[in-house]
């Protein structure tokens, strides 16, 4: 009977109301965590730092650094003169790349012979740094085939009809290979996770503790309708911290949803089926708030951020863990939240990751709820 | 509802936790309309024979009819014919009394309408007119036994288990607690009750007393009274309990003795003349009797007679 759910949740809903801590989780958790979680990420790269060490001052080296600092690529943080200074801005790490212009650069130049730049990159983050190199060789060929052309041009020569061959990297989706813009969506995927598995199997166990949970289940109530009243007032819950989260994303991080705003809704409610499901089974092995907590941490959360590839790509992971992922439904949600938000995409692209968590999520629901007894014992 | 005139008939039930036996195989009735009161000391098994009856338990053996469902095949039937206030409060604290009354009354499938109507009843029944909004936490203890107890009748059950609902409670309130268990019984709810106050007992119309899972007498208060003591007792007020004691434990004539308050409660097999006997025993043994007079029983004098017998 519908009523008797919905007295449930109305029962909730007053308890959430007097409750400003529930308050706090769901409004402020999404935010902090973004932030958090989003700014720490260390292989962040939005801007190459780099400082110019120009012992040439020449023309000839004004001209590289202005065009360097044309981009929106490199941000040229630092003049050095000395090469003590050089090591002092590395060692900061706010230096990611030193370009160091040697004295005979121009001339160098000047005779028609390749001049030779030195790169001191910063190493201790390998990521970056050969995202750095990367970007700067590319620039560096390309600049030296604009001088090229020029210093035909300047002879009056034509350039000689002999294409080079310059691989061209087009990184889509985060051009800059930015780990904040891999990262911050599925945050939005851990503030469910954390709604609707951790909250929920407290909800159960503190009844349990404080003993209603006795004079509930010593009603005719049936075992689908408390489960069902106890459930939806978390999907609500988890629902408005995920909209604050995909909020403060556009906002704090200027991350916008791409794609199709109702698929990401509609799959987060298939995905959701899962956590509640093992929030369900993990308050009915618990007896206390604590050792929910610790279960639905350790036992569940934990394992299943790291083997769903929160914050790495999970093609580079170990072979045991790319055949576990696929066991976990966070690994497609990860998917389907990366692809919608950055990529783009909708129900064309992901249904198929959509159909897997439906039928992941009505399967381990099905067993927690079977498994729920209104019994003591 | 089968037409039977008990309420409530358990046979052999059994409640095992691993190794530990605690119920251990207990049968009995408790006649429709009665108030049934299920003593015992803490851990004598009271609570796990009521969470059993009211189908919260699985018995690991026997079965019980309650409200003519078998507690082991329909325990869902039983729990829609009873109401049940467990040891712990099991009101929400964080609800106001009205939220509370609205929950559990739609939780038990009360129509709107009804619902109103019953609330006035519960307000009324916990004293709380004009308090509807108040935090259930904030009441005194006594206003929220009422509470819990006018919350486990709202829809109006045949039977309600009672487990412990005046402990921790002062004696005023408690007392108006009977008051209100004999106003419900009067309206013929079969009303089962645990205590571990001994003295309580009086109060109901049949009594089992518990210890260690086990039934060890059963009955009226009256029959009780009559068939267990059938020696005169006698108290003896003084100065010297302690001497006056083992004065009294020497003499073949006394059967058992037991502190009363500041008297000594003393059961005899001697019929005639025991008052001056003792009294010129104690005497003679200078111990100071200030006062010494034969008194009726009373069911603390059975129960710690029968709990220091039963072997
Ligand atoms: N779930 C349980 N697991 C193990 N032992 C229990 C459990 N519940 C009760 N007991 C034990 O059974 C005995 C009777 O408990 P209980 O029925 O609560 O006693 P009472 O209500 O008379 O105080 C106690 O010794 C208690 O420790
Ligand atoms: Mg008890």
Redesign the pocket.
């Known amino acids: 009977m519908i009523r008797t759910i919905l007295a449930i949740i109305v029962k909730e809903f007053q308890q959430f109301k007097r409750d400003p801590k529930m308050f706090g989780i769901i409004l402020i958790a999404p935010v902090v965590q973004l932030i958090f979680l989003g700014y720490a990420a260390t292989l962040d790269l939005k801007f190459i730092r780099l400082a110019i060490f120009d012992q040439d001052n020449s023309r000839q080296s004004r001209e590289l650094v202005k065009e360097l600092e044309a981009g929106e690529i490199f941000i040229v943080e630092k003049y050095l003169s000395s090469y003590s200074e050089l090591e002092e801005n590395m060692q900061s790490g706010r230096i990611l790349v030193s370009v160091v212009i040697p004295d005979d650069y121009e001339k160098k130049l000047l005779r028609r012979e390749t001049a030779n730049l030195q790169l001191i990159v910063n190493g201790s983050d390998g990521n970056a740094a050969s995202i750095a190199t990367g970007y700067l060789s590319k620039f560096l060929s390309m600049y030296s085939q604009k001088y090229t052309i020029h210093l035909f041009e300047e002879s009056g020569m034509r350039p000689p009809p002999i294409g080079t061959i310059i691989a061209e990297p087009r990184v889509w989706f985060n051009p800059l290979l930015v780990t904040r813009v891999y990262m911050v969506p599925s945050i939005v995927g851990l503030l469910l996770s954390i709604i609707t598995l951790i909250l929920t199997a407290l909800a159960i166990v503190k009844e349990k503790e404080i003993g209603t949970y006795e004079q509930i289940i010593v009603t005719p109530i049936k075992p689908y309708q408390l489960i069902l009243g106890k459930l939806i007032p978390f999907i609500i819950l988890a629902y408005a911290a995920a909209l604050i989260g995909l909020a403060a994303m556009w906002i704090v991080f200027g991350i916008p949803v791409k794609g199709s705003f109702s698929f990401l809704l509609i799959s987060s409610f298939f995905y959701i089926l899962s956590t509640l499901g093992l929030g369900l089974f993990v308050s009915t092995i618990s007896k206390t708030q604590q050792q929910a907590m610790m279960i639905a941490i350790f036992a569940v959360l934990l394992p299943m951020v790291y083997l769903s590839g929160f914050a790495f790509p999970l093609d580079n992971a170990p072979l045991f863990v790319q055949i576990v992922s696929y066991f976990i439904p966070l690994t497609y949600f990860f998917v389907v939240i990366r692809g919608v938000i950055l990529q783009g995409n909708g129900f064309i692209e992901l249904w198929d990751e959509a159909l897997i968590m439906l039928l992941m999520g009505v399967l381990i629901l099905l067993a927690s709820a079977i498994r729920f007894r209104k019994k003591l014992? | 509802m089968p037409d039977n005139i008990n309420a409530i008939e358990v046979l052999n039930l059994t409640k095992r936790?691993g190794n530990?036996v605690?119920v251990d195989d207990i049968s009995f009735s408790v006649v429709r309309g009665s108030i049934f009161g299920f003593l015992?000391a803490?851990?004598?098994?009271?609570?796990?024979t009521i969470k059993m009856l009211t189908g919260l338990l699985n018995p690991t053996s026997g079965d019980a009819v309650v409200a003519g469902y078998s507690i082991k095949k329909n325990p869902e039937k039983v729990k829609s014919s009873i109401g049940y206030m467990s040891?712990k409060f099991s009101l929400y604290n964080d609800l106001t009394v009205k939220e509370n009354i609205t929950f559990f009354g739609r939780v038990y499938g009360l129509d709107e309408k009804s619902l109103q109507r019953r609330m006035l009843d519960a307000v009324k029944i916990a004293h709380l007119e004009g308090n509807e909004d108040r935090l259930t936490g904030s009441l005194p203890g006594g206003i929220k036994q009422r509470l819990a107890l006018a919350t486990a009748v709202l829809h109006n059950p045949g039977i309600v288990f009672l487990d412990e609902p005046t402990s921790g409670v002062d004696p005023i309130a408690r007392r108006g607690f009977w008051d209100l268990i004999h106003e419900l019984s009067d309206k013929g709810i079969t009303i089962f009750v645990?205590t571990h106050y001994l003295e309580e007992a009086e109060y109901c119309h049949n009594i089992i007393l518990l210890d260690a899972g086990k039934i060890i007498a059963q009955g009226s208060p009256k029959s009780l009274k009559a068939d267990y003591l059938k020696f005169p007792i006698l108290s003896i007020e003084t100065d010297n309990l302690i001497s006056a004691m083992q004065v009294l434990g020497a003499d073949l004539n006394v059967k058992d003795i037991s502190v009363f308050g500041n008297a000594v409660h003393l059961i005899t097999s001697m019929k005639e003349n025991n008052e001056s006997y003792f009294s010129e025993l104690l005497q003679s043994n200078s111990v100071l009797v200030r006062h010494i007079k034969s008194v009726e029983p009373t069911l603390e004098d059975v129960f710690i007679y029968l709990l220091e017998h039963k072997n």
């Open positions: 014992d | 936790f530990f605690s015992g803490n851990g004598a098994g009271k609570s796990t040891q645990t």
